[in-house]
Each structure stands twice: as structure tokens, then as C-alpha cells.
């Protein structure tokens, strides 16, 4: 048996062919003017009939089974269900076993190693440059686009969502978010404070986004933080789930929390109610019956709890760790209550809705996903066999039709054996052996992309004495005219000496402990322009140890600036509504501290924060320095 796992961009360029008006140019000039402006006016209205929106909902952290459409009577989730009943459910459909991988081959139809992300965070969850996202292709064919959540590719510019194909972001750039409630969320590069819960504020933003762009197709992007921890929902969804009991329980009956679970479906039930509101405007203007809607999400559950008895959850290449429902609706063309029965996965996504929107890729690469549109259609093509490849921590898993095969090499048949608790590779000697050969190939190939990306440059091997060991090689890009804000968070940095992160978790993360002047905190950059920039960090410090003097440097660059006045409020202790894991940063307001402007040459280097005087105990907490370039 032979698998086919790509798909090349020229089997999907018949699926992406535009239609282009054509103008008569006989007319003297004021009557082609007239025409023109006429026939352009009615392409547009044609248009704005044909063409779908299309708004695409990911959550993050929720399971296959953290739905009552796929029968779990533990909520109820009656919006996102509509989506299902209303147009077709991908019966298996596969994402990876964390976010940021999930997120890159969602946007670009292509294995995430192949675009450079290796990791969740400092660094590794870049997408490369050379990707062209769904985004970049949807906004090239007129459309407005806009994300609202979290996007988890890239912070810094050009690897930021406004440089990635949309005109507009809201949220957050991290995997991670430590503050649920009256969160600090950026807005095309610049951070405010927003009051309420941060999946309905994005909401909010979200519908405001639809609303604006009624009269043209849009492209309406949702990642939601949630079910994602800390364990943080509002008090009326947490009074539903405090003490209910859970008819449909973990596979693992020893590994599940049930506090854990409970939140976690009071958060999706949350997400619930966010879903509906967006359906719901989509309706107040009449755009329901022309508007894609996809719903699905970016690996298996964060915690045990029930998953219709799969193995594994967040984290393993399991079919638990990496099904997750995937919902799609387009009244227009896509017919009701169906189930698609082949194999899918989030590489699908970006041929899929570009052959439905009928929008050519603008990206040169070749994809490695299927456009499924036939088969949502109604089409009944003729459907080759395939294999879905997961990976995660150097575990490879692959999944054919009927069978997977483990990390491990162990064979399954998941069709008699969905909990993956009898290996039948005696059985199947044949298929046990095409399938390992397949990984194999894959494997390599994979291993081959992401070594491109891999070699730091000469020069960052070894800058100022430091050895960049706990962060991605590929420097950060600083200073860019088009977008002159740059944050450099403690995620994307390196401390060095007794300095240390506040928890395992770099994502949400701040830098704590430090006490000596040879303790500092690094980030390698990359400027490129030459420029004068000003630079502020967020910090907090006790008011006894306020008044450390503190250097940046970068090259021959200085600045000197004073750590003052004191602040130093206490850890949020009311946004949890269950103890946090310690894994996770505790998180309290920072201040901002204007430390000047410094003139900064073009080239990599490593930008360095030391103290060079020290009055108190400590320097200071500090979460993030931010770059300006100045006109």
C-alpha cells in the first residue's frame, strides 16, 4: 500500500483560479471613465455576493471531547454545535500536540518544521519569513483580515500577525497569558489595559471587526485563550460547574482532577457563549447565509478528562493528544448535518477555504495539505489514501485511514480499537513495516527543514562571554519604520548569573532574583536601520530598593539610567478560580519606566541589561524592554 502525504501547489492551482472582468476600451475617455467607474461598481457588489467571509473560531487547549455535539453530557455547547449541524463535521480530523505548531500549519497548509517553528516559546515558535499565510493570500484578493486572540507565531516584526496578511490584530502575541481578567493586550503593536475577560474583550473586537467590514469579504480570525490555564473564568460560569457531577469521566480515571475538569468545561462553555454572539451578528446582517464559519481546535485536552476512551491528551502524539473536532459551515454551498469520513487535518484548512473563496495562494512553496472542498461539496471525488504525520519532542506518530502508528513503532487499528491498548503488528507485518518506512522518510525529510533554520549565525555563537543555551538562535529583527515598536518580553530573553525566570513557563513569564552586578539579562537582536531609539522597560522594585543604576548596551551603544521610583504592588490573588500550577507565573501590574534614548547601529548583537550599581537587596522584576524607533 502506498501513502501519499504531499500535495504539490501546482494539483492545487485548479482549484485557485480567479475570474478577471474585462473592460472595452472603444469608448472616447469621459465614457470609459463612466463605464469603468460603473462596471467597478458592479464587480464590487458581485463580489461582496460571491465571494464568502470567512471567520475560522480555534480554541486552545480543548479536547475532541470538550463538546456535547461529540456527546459529552457534562455541558452543553449549543453554538459551537450549530456549526456541525449546520454544515459538515471532519470526523477525524488531526492537529499537533501543542499550540504554535498547530497555529503555523493551520495558516500556511504546510508541516510546521518546514516553516521553522520547533517550539512554544522563547523564540522557537517563529514562523519563517519565507511562509505565505492564509492571511497574506485572502488579503491580496481584496479581503479584510483581522486576528483577535492569540496568535503564538512570532512577537517581534516582521514575524508579527500585522506582517503576516493582517490589517488589523488584537491580543496577544505569546503561547501563554497570565492575566484572564483586566488584561494588558495589544493592539497593532501597542499595549493596553482593557477591562473585563479576556475571550469576551476580544470578542468584542472581533464583531467590531465584522462590522466594519461588512460591505467586503473578510476573513475574521478567533484564537481563544481558553481552556488553556490558569484555571480563570468568570464567577457565573464557574457557579454552573462548582459542584456538579460529571457523568462522563478521563480515561484515565487516576489522572483526572475534577476541579480541573469542571473548569475546563465552564471556560468552553464560556467560549460557548462567545461563539454565539459572533454567529449571531453574522446573522443581525445578514451574512450568515455567505460566510464560512470553521471551528476547531489546536491539540487533544490540558488535563485528563474524558475524551470517548482515546489515549492520551495535551503533549503525546496519541490519537487523544491530537484529534480535535473541526466544524465547517457555509450555508450556500455546504449541505447540513454531514460527516466527512476521511481523514483531515489543520494543513487542510489553508487549500480548503482558498478553493472554496475561490482565492489563488500567493505563496510559491509547495503545500503538504488537501484541498478538501470536494469532498464538503458534495462532489464524491476519487480520494487517494494518505497518512497524517505528528510530532513532538522528537516522538513521531503517524495515522492512516484505519491505523496509527505509535511514537513507540507499535501498530493500531483504530477502528476496533480506538484506546490503543493492542498492538497488532504481528497481525499486519505488512502494513506495521509501510508505515515505519513512511515515518521514517518523513522523519528525515523534516529533520532536513528544520537544520536550515537551525546554524545561528558565526557572530551569535558566542557574544560577550555568553553562551545562548535557553533560547531560539535565530536573532530578533529590531527597528522597523513601517512598525517602530519593538518588545523584547523575559520569554524571548536569556538571564544570566543568579537571574531567574518566575516560573518553568517562559511564556508568561518575568525576570526575578536579581541581586548581583553580574547578573543581567540578554536578548540577541538584529537592527535593521540605523536609528535613535527610546527605550523603556516594565518593571517592579521594592521601594527600600529603589535607586540601582542600570546599563544597556548594545555594540558600542550606551545608555545609563536609574531604576526609580519604588513599585512594588502585590501578586493578583482573585483572578484564579482554582490555584495556579506552579509551573505558571504569578502575575502583578508593571510600571513603566522611560530609561531614554539610545542610538543603535544596524546589525545582530546582543543587547545586554546590567546593573552596575545595586543599594537594596535586588535591581527588579522586569517583564519586558521595549524599543521605539524614533523619526
Known amino acids: 500500500m502506498l501513502f501519499d502525504y504531499t500535495t504539490s501547489s501546482a494539483m492545487l492551482t485548479s482549484h485557485y483560479q480567479l475570474t478577471h472582468a474585462l473592460f472595452p476600451t472603444w469608448l472616447m475617455f469621459t465614457a ?4 469603468l467607474s460603473s462596471a467597478s461598481s458592479t464587480f464590487a457588489a458581485e463580489r461582496e455576493v460571491t465571494q464568502p467571509n470567512i471567520v475560522v473560531f480555534l480554541a486552545d487547549d480543548a479536547g475532541w471531547g470538550d463538546y456535547s455535539f461529540s456527546g459529552n453530557t457534562n ?104 492575566e484572564y481578567f483586566n488584561p494588558p493586550l495589544e493592539h497593532n503593536g501597542k499595549l493596553n489595559n482593557y477591562e473585563g475577560y479576556i475571550v469576551d474583550i476580544c470578542t468584542d473586537r472581533a464583531i467590531t471587526f465584522i ?34 457531577p460529571l457523568e462522563k469521566r478521563a480515561t484515565n480515571l487516576k489522572q483526572e482532577q475534577l476541579d480541573q475538569t469542571r473548569c475546563a468545561l465552564a471556560m468552553v462553555e464560556n467560549q460557548d457563549r462567545n461563539v454565539g ?34 489515549k492520551g491528551k495535551k503533549g503525546t502524539t496519541d490519537e487523544g493528544g491530537v484529534r480535535s473536532v473541526c466544524y465547517i459551515q457555509w450555508p450556500k454551498r455546504i449541505a447540513a448535518a454531514q460527516t466527512i469520513q476521511p481523514i483531515a487535518g489543520a494543513i487542510d484548512l489553508l487549500p480548503t477555504l482558498l478553493s472554496l473563496a475561490g482565492v489563488k495562494h500567493v505563496g510559491e512553496l509547495p ?94 555563537t558566542l557574544l560577550e562571554g555568553v553562551k545562548l543555551t535557553n533560547v531560539d538562535a535565530r536573532p530578533i529583527p529590531l527597528g522597523y519604520r513601517e ?75 550606551r545608555l545609563v539610567a536609574t531604576v526609580t521610583p519604588g513599585w512594588d504592588p502585590p501578586l493578583y490573588t482573585d483572578q484564579d478560580t482554582l490555584p495556579r500550577p506552579p509551573a505558571e507565573s504569578s502575575m502583578k501590574p508593571f510600571r513603566t519606566l522611560d530609561l531614554g534614548v539610545v542610538e543603535l547601529q544596524p546589525g545582530i548583537g546582543l543587547l545586554t541589561l546590567q546593573a552596575t550599581k545595586i543599594p537594596g537587596n535586588s535591581v527588579m522584576d522586569l517583564r519586558r524592554v521595549t524599543l521605539v524607533l524614533q523619526d
Open 483 to 557: 512598525f517602530p515598536i519593538t518588545m523584547l518580553p523575559a520569554r524571548d530573553g536569556q538571564p544570566v548569573g543568579g537571574v531567574k525566570r518566575s516560573s518553568s513557563a517562559p511564556n508568561s513569564s518575568y525576570f526575578v532574583n536579581w541581586k548581583s552586578t553580574d547578573d543581567k539579562v540578554v536578548w540577541l537582536v538584529d537592527v535593521n536601520v540605523h536609528g535613535k531609539y527610546l527605550v523603556t522597560i516594565d518593571y517592579t522594585c521594592p521601594e527600600a530598593d529603589a535607586g540601582s543604576t542600570l546599563e544597556l548596551r548594545l555594540g558600542k551603544s
Open 211 to 244: 462590522e466594519a467590514s461588512k460591505n467586503k469579504p473578510f476573513f475574521c480570525y478567533v484564537p481563544f485563550t481558553t481552556p488553556h490555564s490558569p484555571w480563570s473564568v468568570p464567577s457565573a460560569d464557574w457557579k454552573r460547574f462548582q459542584d456538579k
Open 75 to 178: 455541558l452543553s455547547t449549543p453554538h459551537i454545535d450549530s456549526i456541525a449541524r449546520g454544515g459538515a463535521s471532519i470526523d477525524r480530523f488531526f492537529v499537533c500536540s501543542v499550540c504554535s505548531p498547530t497555529r503555523a500549519e493551520f495558516l500556511t497548509g504546510r508541516y510546521h518544521q518546514r516553516g521553522g517553528v520547533r517550539g512554544v516559546s522563547t523564540g522557537q515558535e517563529r514562523l519563517d519569513l519565507s511562509e505565505r499565510t492564509l492571511a497574506d493570500s485572502l488579503r491580496a484578493a481584496g479581503y479584510a483580515t483581522g486576528a483577535f486572540g492569540k496568535w503564538h507565531n512570532g512577537s517581534q516584526w516582521p514575524y508579527h500577525p500585522n506582517a503576516r496578511g493582517f490589517d488589523e490584530y488584537f491580543g496577544y502575541t505569546s503561547g501563554h497569558w497570565g
Open 367 to 460: 503545500l503538504d495539505g488537501r484541498d478538501l472542498a470536494p469532498l464538503l461539496t458534495g462532489q464524491q471525488p476519487e480520494w487517494p489514501e494518505r497518512l497524517l504525520f505528528t510530532t513532538w519532542a522528537g516522538k513521531v506518530s503517524a495515522r492512516s485511514q484505519t491505523h496509527r502508528l505509535d511514537e513507540q513503532g507499535l501498530l493500531f487499528d483504530m477502528q476496533s480499537d480506538p484506546g490503543q491498548t493492542t498492538p497488532v503488528n504481528d497481525r499486519e507485518p505488512k502494513l506495521t513495516a509501510e508505515m515505519k518506512s513512511a515515518v521514517a522518510k518523513w522523519k528525515a525529510e523534516m529533520e532536513r527543514e528544520l537544520a536550515l533554520d537551525a546554524t545561528p549565525p558565526l557572530e551569535a
Open 32 to 35: 470609459i471613465v463612466a463605464f
Open 277 to 310: 454572539r459572533v454567529l449571531s451578528k453574522l446573522d443581525e446582517l445578514k451574512l450568515r447565509e455567505n460566510t464560512i464559519v470553521v471551528y476547531f481546535s489546536d491539540n487533544g485536552p490540558n488535563s485528563a478528562r474524558w475524551t470517548g476512551g482515546m
